[in-house]
């Protein structure tokens, strides 16, 4: 297998030759460090929001939107579908590299993650990176900071200077667009962290409605999570049959119903503090080849009228 960084820095290199056209930004930290703005102090936009969902999934996922309606409101819609969800999903976009100290707070993903492959997901997958460079998505309100930065480098054993971090708050277009293309990363995280064998999940798509942009990072992180855990529908095909299949929607946790914003406040905005069950898409099918076809779960559009202000 290819390296999943040595892809994705192909779509970097793309970006950062398209970055007026694109709307976004790129500078150099103190470091050497190269930090790729789409959405901080630009404004970037919904094709800076694909590009960067496609180099969230280092290349192995087609990404792009399509128009729908929510409560009889038309609403851009995002769609992912990819062939290799162990390595596009699991070992890339999964949004799960907490970064926090030196008075700094965010979320990183991408293949930087399989440079470091500090994650169980990876001895399951069966897959570690080795590359020079390391490319790492991060969802914060602000920028990374150089010794951010640093950390991460360290961590993914590299120079900062082989660095490029790709960076937007949740409230931008470019933000909001990224977790739409999440729907198919939860499913795929519920069902392995259920017990399932990654190598046993062929397929996915799946699309969930892009939320509008917020005017807080506090209440974009409750739309966007919103559009995925009421709006969100995912179709797996897989190769073996699960007595657990049932558990993988949004309705089947306790806290169905509720807005993620109200969910949010109940921890005081510690996201760690929440069951990892919580996120999940709303309406999935299950196509396991051979055998039986699981529909399971549903939208709800009024929850999401209300969460977008319809």
Same mark, same amino acid.
Request: proline residues 5%.
């Given at each position: 297998?290819e390296?999943?960084?040595?892809?994705? &820095?192909? /779509? $970097?290199? %793309?970006?950062?030759?398209? +970055?007026?056209?694109?709307?976004?930004? $790129?500078?150099?930290?103190?470091?050497?460090? @190269?930090?790729?703005?789409?959405?901080?102090? *630009?404004?970037?936009?919904?094709?800076?929001? /694909?590009?960067?969902?496609?180099?969230?999934?280092?290349?192995?996922?087609?990404?792009?939107?399509?128009?729908? +309606?929510?409560?009889?409101?038309?609403?851009?819609?995002? %769609?992912?579908?990819?062939?290799?969800?162990?390595?596009?999903?699991?070992?890339?976009?999964?949004?799960?590299?907490?970064?926090?100290?030196?008075?700094?707070?965010?979320?990183?993903?991408?293949?930087?993650?399989?440079?470091?492959?500090?994650?169980?997901?990876?001895?399951?997958?069966?897959?570690?990176?080795?590359?020079?460079f390391? $490319?790492?998505?991060?969802?914060?309100?602000?920028?990374?900071?150089?010794?951010i930065?640093?950390?991460?480098?360290?961590?993914?054993?590299?120079e900062?200077? #082989?660095?490029?971090?790709? @960076?937007? =708050?949740?409230?931008?277009?470019?933000?909001?667009?990224t977790?739409?293309?999440?729907?198919?990363?939860?499913?795929?995280?519920?069902?392995?962290?259920?017990?399932?064998? =990654?190598?046993?999940?062929?397929?996915?798509?799946?699309?969930? =409605?892009?939320?509008? $942009?917020?005017?807080?990072?506090?209440?974009?992180?409750?739309?966007?999570?919103?559009?995925?855990?009421y709006?969100?529908?995912?179709?797996?095909t897989?190769?073996?049959?699960?007595?657990?299949?049932?558990?993988?929607?949004? +309705?089947?946790?306790? %806290?169905?119903?509720?807005?993620?914003?109200?969910?949010?406040?109940?921890?005081?905005? #510690? *996201?760690?503090?929440?069951?990892?069950? /919580?996120?999940?898409?709303?309406? /999935?099918?299950?196509?396991?080849?051979?055998?039986?076809?699981?529909?399971?779960?549903?939208?709800?559009?009024? &929850?999401?009228?209300?969460?977008?202000?319809?």
């Amino acid at each position: 297998m290819e390296s999943l960084n040595r892809m994705a &820095l192909e /779509l $970097v290199e %793309e970006a950062i030759d398209f +970055t007026d056209e694109l709307g976004i930004e $790129v500078r150099e930290l103190d470091n050497e460090a @190269t930090l790729l703005d789409f959405g901080h102090r *630009v404004p970037g936009g919904i094709e800076a929001g /694909l590009l960067l969902a496609e180099i969230q999934t280092a290349g192995l996922a087609t990404v792009q939107t399509r128009m729908d +309606t929510v409560a009889d409101a038309p609403l851009p819609h995002v %769609e992912l579908t990819t062939d290799r969800p162990a390595l596009a999903l699991l070992c890339a976009q999964t949004a799960d590299w907490e970064l926090s100290g030196h008075e700094y707070e965010g979320l990183g993903s991408g293949p930087a993650r399989a440079l470091a492959a500090e994650a169980e997901i990876f001895s399951r997958v069966g897959y570690a990176d080795e590359f020079d460079f390391g $490319v790492l998505a991060v969802e914060s309100d602000d920028p990374p900071t150089p010794a951010i930065a640093a950390e991460i480098a360290e961590r993914a054993g590299i120079e900062p200077s #082989s660095l490029f971090l790709a @960076t937007t =708050p949740t409230a931008s277009l470019a933000g909001s667009l990224t977790v739409a293309a999440r729907a198919a990363e939860l499913a795929t995280v519920r069902l392995t962290d259920l017990g399932y064998d =990654p190598l046993d999940i062929r397929s996915v798509s799946a699309s969930a =409605p892009l939320a509008p $942009v917020s005017e807080s990072e506090a209440s974009a992180m409750g739309r966007t999570n919103d559009a995925l855990a009421y709006g969100g529908q995912v179709h797996l095909t897989v190769t073996e049959e699960f007595d657990r299949f049932d558990e993988l929607p949004s +309705t089947a946790t306790d %806290e169905y119903g509720t807005p993620f914003e109200s969910i949010f406040e109940g921890v005081d905005w #510690s *996201v760690a503090d929440l069951p990892a069950e /919580l996120f999940a898409p709303a309406q /999935l099918t299950v196509d396991v080849v051979g055998g039986s076809t699981h529909v399971l779960g549903g939208t709800n559009d009024e &929850l999401l009228a209300d969460s977008f202000d319809l």
